[in-house]
């Protein structure tokens, strides 16, 4: 694959490395794009501090990290600079409003809260809760029908444990709007080689029977996690399994 739009910075405070070690790792991969999108920032109350993202006083700093690396490697790969943004009802458009005042290529959906942050729970523990699987669905399926969205990453990041039945009935809303509205999802690589509940088998069979377009994320917390799907010991096999082909992994980004 040629792109990978799904790389992090120490700024979300749990990922290593420079942006500079992540930008020779992937031109050494021969990737010729690679997409920054740290976890946003967000304007939520001055007395919560979030663990797993930058301030909102480091937009600038993040921005113009960027856009000289870009400046200086244009000639060997180009370098576009994201966010990974949680929808939420509360902070989203005011933190849209904030992003739009400086240079940006992309964002993509990275849901984990719901409703949010401060006043949710992470969607990634374990639970059988039916109602905590629909409140997941349908904020996730709502942020994609903002338009904003280049792509959904880890789309089945939920971690349900009930029945399938009950999963598939929640679960194809998510990939119903990814076809209404022609959003990529993504096969999350970090997810699989730490052997995550994503990306699991019971979504991907269900989307790919539905005919959904899908995008490989590498998720990179760490510059060597950018790396060929074929370096990822059993990936290939599970995108054999459900037919799954992404090209050169290259897509047209939407602009916010």
């Not at 989307?207 to 996690?225: L, N, Q, T, V, W």
């Not at 074929?230 to 799954?244: K, M, N, P, V």
């Amino acid at each position: 694959m040629l792109a990978n739009y799904h790389t992090h910075t120490p700024r979300c405070k749990h990922a290593k490395g420079s942006e500079r070690e992540y930008i020779e790792r992937a031109i050494a991969c021969g990737f010729k794009i690679l997409g920054f999108s740290d976890h946003t920032p967000q304007p939520y109350p001055e007395d919560y501090v979030s663990p797993i993202r930058m301030g909102m006083d480091e937009i600038g700093e993040y921005t113009s990290t960027l856009a000289a690396l870009r400046e200086e490697y244009k000639d060997q790969i180009k370098i576009l600079i994201g966010y990974e943004v949680e929808y939420t009802h509360k902070y989203f458009d005011t933190l849209i409003t904030e992003l739009k005042k400086y240079p940006l290529d992309y964002i993509i959906q990275g849901q984990h809260f719901a409703p949010d942050e401060v006043d949710g729970a992470y969607m990634g523990f374990k639970s059988n809760d039916e109602n905590r699987l629909k409140e997941y669905a349908e904020l996730t399926s709502e942020g994609m029908k903002t338009g904003l969205f280049s792509y959904l990453a880890h789309p089945d990041l939920i971690n349900y444990t009930g029945d399938d039945e009950t999963y598939r009935k929640y679960m194809k809303r998510i990939v119903e709007t990814s076809l209404e509205y022609d959003i990529p999802l993504e096969i999350n690589m970090l997810g699989f080689v730490e052997g995550r509940n994503y990306p699991c088998d019971r979504f991907f069979k269900l989307a790919s029977e539905m005919g959904a377009r899908f995008i490989i994320g590498c998720d990179a917390h760490k510059p060597e996690a950018v790396m060929q799907p074929q370096s990822a010991d059993g990936l290939t096999d599970f995108l054999d399994r459900y037919g799954i082909k992404t090209g050169d992994n290259i897509i047209e980004l939407k602009k916010i």
